[in-house]
């Protein structure tokens, strides 16, 4: 199979999926008052948007499995499916399984926070944490009984190897867990997630076909996956764009989130996806160091102070005279100059 076939394929089946699946979802959250509840605390702006509808992750998660089905019956031919499963395919399956959970615990909490159970909004912190962490932990578990063989628990900087055995293990869940929730954080804005994470896909692509990385790891067909899931956020952007009339809700966030540590996890190029998803991680880690100093400012002087005006960093841009469309292109600016240093680290034989 050429290389064009292989990226275009699954963008192309996952863009047209996403398509044509947006307007009749739209609609169908419209009806059902499927609406979007904005915070007292955020900015002015964002009040006019109450009421779009959420959950528009569906359509992501649509696109990506169009994708991928795509081209599963496409380079496969009935005659092997029908004797037996491939090695990538049970693969493929796992990861789509992966994000298919978090899309699932995304989608109940978008729900339970637009129609409340007994006064209660979504599901609470630590529950949603823990359910996060035993989908991460089962995916491993999968992981580590299905390819003992052909899959070693190490992270590598060039050829110094970091950390191995357990403590890796123990890297993989917060990396799944964390990226899971850094992504859901970023989305805050009008076409930010769509956007961004259809620029990191699109260069992870590039980077597993085209350049040669040290560790990288599993037969090219998962990347699949990427192309699959740029051509699904592009075609939710066609819809989220500003003024968006589809919100992604936890129920896309979660599922993109996850997706894309998954496959660098599966193809051990998880130190060029940290990098080419710099701009969620910083934005996630913002969120994080608000937190942490209004704490200790308030248990240290009675007053609790602020880094940001609001947190995460997106809205501090906004708060501080930028306009909604300008803070999301130039984050898409700078997830372009995150996935240019991963092709950097690549040509210095980082990864």
Not at 213 to 225: F, G, P
Not at 260 to 265: E, Q, T, W, Y
Not at 276 to 281: A, E, G, M, Q, Y
């Amino acid at each position: 199979m050429s290389n064009v076939t292989f990226i275009a394929l699954p963008f192309a089946a996952a863009f047209v999926v996403g398509m044509l699946f947006a307007p009749g979802m739209i609609s169908a959250l419209k009806r059902r008052g499927v609406g979007q509840t904005i915070s007292e605390d955020g900015p002015d702006s964002h009040k006019s948007k109450a009421g779009t509808p959420t959950m528009g992750g569906l359509i992501i998660i649509a696109g990506i499995l169009g994708g991928a089905l795509a081209c599963v019956w496409y380079f496969q031919p009935m005659t092997q499916l029908q004797s037996g499963l491939t090695s990538w395919i049970p693969t493929l399956f796992a990861l789509l399984a992966l994000c298919l959970g978090y899309g699932a615990l995304g989608f109940v909490d978008d729900y339970l926070t637009i129609h409340p159970i007994r006064g209660i909004r979504g599901i609470s912190s630590k529950p949603k944490f823990a359910l996060q962490v035993l989908l991460a932990i089962g995916f491993l578990v999968w992981l580590a009984i299905a390819r003992q063989h052909t899959f070693t628990p190490i992270l590598c900087i060039g050829t110094k190897q970091i950390i191995g055995g357990w403590l890796y293990w123990a890297f993989a869940v917060v990396f799944l867990v964390g990226m899971a929730n850094f992504v859901n954080i970023t989305d805050g804005l009008d076409g930010l997630v769509s956007g961004l994470a259809a620029i990191a896909a699109v260069a992870f692509t590039l980077l597993l076909i085209f350049v040669p990385l040290r560790h990288a790891t599993e037969s090219r067909e998962i990347v699949l996956l990427m192309p699959a899931l740029a051509g699904a956020c592009l075609a939710f952007l066609w819809f989220n764009t500003n003024p968006a009339k589809v919100f992604m809700g936890d129920t896309g966030a979660l599922a993109i989130g996850v997706l894309l540590p998954a496959v660098a996890i599966i193809t051990h190029t998880e130190l060029p996806m940290i990098v080419v998803s710099l701009v969620f991680i910083l934005d996630g880690l913002s969120s994080a160091l608000q937190w942490a100093v209004f704490k200790f400012t308030r248990i240290t002087t009675g007053t609790g102070k602020r880094v940001f005006k609001k947190s995460p960093i997106h809205h501090h841009f906004e708060l501080s005279g930028w306009m909604e469309q300008t803070v999301v292109v130039r984050f898409w600016i700078f997830g372009i100059i995150a996935a240019l240093m991963a092709f950097v680290g690549a040509g210095m034989d980082w990864w």
